[in-house]
């Protein structure tokens, strides 16, 4: 039986920071490039896979701030993983309680679209340790955030082998990294 497949989608600076406290949308790093590949990307059949704190910080974004892509966004159909919220405002969005990990098995074994998460750092760390990912997408933005970086992406993640399956250069700055985890382990010296 064939499966939909799970792409996650993470923003980060050069040196592994999903954000940072005074970071601008995008690191302030948006482009006319950048903005077509979210366009594309959110355009095709997919159903977006959220943790509680993405879903709520895209979902209260001022009037002002919501653009094409969000709008785009908001409509399609979405999962919100939490065990906090109650109800979701947008259109063709549930609340799940249920375990993670066994919902997406479920949702990509049942699903006539493939998966995507955007942001939500927890559950794209579940799933990469869980092996439920395909995709791995990095968009890198060309800046080091230092101290003022917050929650490192790659903190507490399990080791494993990463296939390159693509690259592109975005506004000449931004770099997307796309890659594919293998299920192997990563390469280690010998001792002894």
């Not at 990469?128 to 970086?149: E, H, N, Y």
């Amino acid at each position: 039986m064939r499966t939909q497949p799970l792409t996650v989608d993470v923003f980060l600076s050069a040196d592994g920071w999903a954000g940072a406290e005074d970071s601008p949308g995008f690191f302030g790093y948006h482009g006319p490039e950048l903005a077509e590949w979210i366009a594309t990307a959110s355009a095709l059949p997919q159903l977006v896979v959220f943790g509680r704190r993405t879903y709520e910080a895209l979902a209260g974004l001022p009037e002002e701030a919501r653009d094409e892509s969000w709008r785009r966004m908001s409509e399609l159909n979405a999962v919100v993983f939490s065990t906090t919220l109650e109800t979701a405002s947008w259109p063709n969005t549930r609340v799940c309680r249920g375990d993670l990990v066994a919902e997406v098995g479920r949702l990509k074994a049942q699903s006539e679209v493939p998966l995507r998460t955007m942001g939500s750092l927890s559950v794209a760390r579940q799933l990469l340790d869980a092996g439920l990912v395909d995709r791995l997408r990095l968009m890198t933005f060309p800046l080091l955030l230092g101290a003022s970086g917050r929650e490192p992406f790659f903190a507490g993640a399990a080791a494993g082998e990463l296939e390159l399956i693509g690259s592109q250069v975005l506004d000449g700055r931004v770099l997307l990294i796309e890659y594919r985890p293998t299920g192997r382990d990563i390469p280690r010296a010998r001792v002894g």
